[in-house]
């Protein structure tokens, strides 16, 4: 009995890209800068989420681009959820960005010290790898993240005082090439 081989068809496993999640007071907005003091590179805009006085916001222009740059998809981290795409993403020069749902979770405080977004990014990233920005991060977090996520994460903490710097964006770029 003779049976012809199957010919070698070659394959494509896709890769998906990591996520990268994004906060905006602190990364984006380095909100702790000096208040009298607009940061080199930075504009200025007033955003008004709910009734009341409205919120000073710094944003560099440039960061867009070079978030778009780094190799990752997108997403909003923030308490600005969907808000971040009509008063930060055109600033900066984003499209329109998916973003995670922390309605009902918003400030809620955890006995372990995890930082209450950490959780649903947790879960949101759903097994993909991924890098957070944001300027409230500890060990805890780094802790949460290693015993619930089995792919690669990078928790990169963000000074609020200065955002995002260009060795921010580096360690974002190594972790995305390392994957």
């Given at each position: ?41 930075y504009t200025t805009i007033r955003v008004t989420l709910e009734p009341g006085r409205p919120l000073r916001v710094w944003l560099h222009p440039g960061h867009g ?103 921010d964006f580096e360690a974002l770029e190594e972790f995305a090439t390392t994957l």
């Open positions: 009995m003779s049976r012809d081989p199957a010919p070698f068809l070659p394959y494509v496993v896709e890769v998906s890209r990591p996520l990268l999640y994004l906060d905006v007071d602190g990364p984006l907005n380095p909100y702790a800068a000096q208040r009298e003091r607009r940061p080199e590179g681009r070079a978030l778009l740059a780094l190799g990752y998809d997108l997403c909003w981290a923030t308490t600005w959820m969907d808000a971040a795409n009509r008063w930060i993403a055109p600033v900066i020069g984003l499209p329109e960005l998916p973003y995670v749902d922390f309605t009902g979770a918003l400030f809620a405080e955890r006995p372990d010290g995890v930082h209450w977004k950490t959780e649903r990014i947790v879960a949101h990233a759903a097994g993909r790898s991924f890098a957070w920005v944001d300027d409230e991060q500890s060990p805890a977090d780094e802790a949460f993240v290693a015993a619930h996520h089995h792919a690669p994460a990078l928790l990169r903490n963000v000074d609020p005082r200065l955002g995002l710097r260009e060795t």
